[in-house]
């Protein structure tokens, strides 16, 4: 099993439309958790952390559930400049990533 | 917010031929800086964490004689791809934190990506 896991994607969708990525990870000690964004050829850029308590930045929100371990993140009313690769990212002691969810947002 | 300045972007060379990439931190005192891997459509894969002024640490699986580590001041790792094959084509990227602030957060370099003919 791989220690951190992501729906395979693509995710194709209209613009204005809701979705939601989903990540597992292998380690219960995992101490901290974030979601990055990549564009093509690009260095990943932090989008948010997730805390338990959930949060949320405009129209951008993570959730984590620590008893199943699992984190998502869902993006409300898509702009054709969310298309990137969300990449999933766990701290257990060395950070390590998810392969990435590509979502492709179209007119 | 910190900026980490990686050089070059990019790189075509010969089979065989050795590559350096230079990552430094510019408004920060890195003792850490981290190497990453990318092949297209994957995760980025730790390669190594490099350590200012001692070994690098390499990740299982990482030949620490073809990837080259040297981390002699507190702004600047070097990594050398030596003798260069086409499989060692990749998207690598480097990262460090900044102690100031959260030191959870990585900011990373631009990537290289390194085409080997």
């Known amino acids: 099993r791989k220690e951190v ?11 204005g439309a809701t979705v939601a990525f989903n990540c597992t990870y292998s380690n219960s000690a995992s101490q901290s958790f974030f979601w990055y964004r990549q564009d093509c050829r690009k260095e990943p850029k932090l989008l948010m952390s997730v805390y338990s308590s959930g949060n949320e930045d405009g129209r951008f929100t993570a959730q984590l559930n620590r008893a199943s371990q699992y984190i998502s993140l869902l993006i409300r009313d898509s702009k054709l400049s969310d298309s990137a ?3 999933c990212v766990v701290n257990m002691g060395k950070l390590i990533f998810g392969q990435g969810t590509e979502l492709s947002v179209k007119p | 917010g910190a900026v980490v300045s990686q050089h070059p972007s990019w790189v075509i060379c010969k089979s065989g031929t050795s590559v ?10 890195a003792t850490t800086m981290f190497w990453y ?23 299982q699986g990482v030949e620490k004689d073809k990837f080259l580590i040297n981390h002699a001041s507190l702004t600047l790792s070097t990594l050398t791809v030596t003798s260069a094959h086409p499989e060692d084509s990749s998207f690598y990227i480097c990262s460090a934190r900044d102690p100031r602030g959260n030191n959870e957060k990585l900011f990373f370099g631009s990537g290289t990506q390194l085409s080997v003919l």
Not at chain 2, 20 to 29: A, G, V
Not at chain 2, 38 to 58: C, D, I, R, V
């Open chain 2, 20 to 29: 350096k990439i230079e990552c430094r931190s510019l408004d920060f005192q």
């Open chain 1, 85 to 87: 690769t969300y990449l």
């Open chain 1, 5 to 15: 896991e992501q729906d395979p994607g693509p995710f194709n969708v209209p613009e």
């Open chain 2, 37 to 59: 891997r990318q092949f297209p459509k994957q995760s980025l894969m730790l390669m190594a964490t490099s350590n200012e002024g001692s070994k690098a640490t390499y990740e």
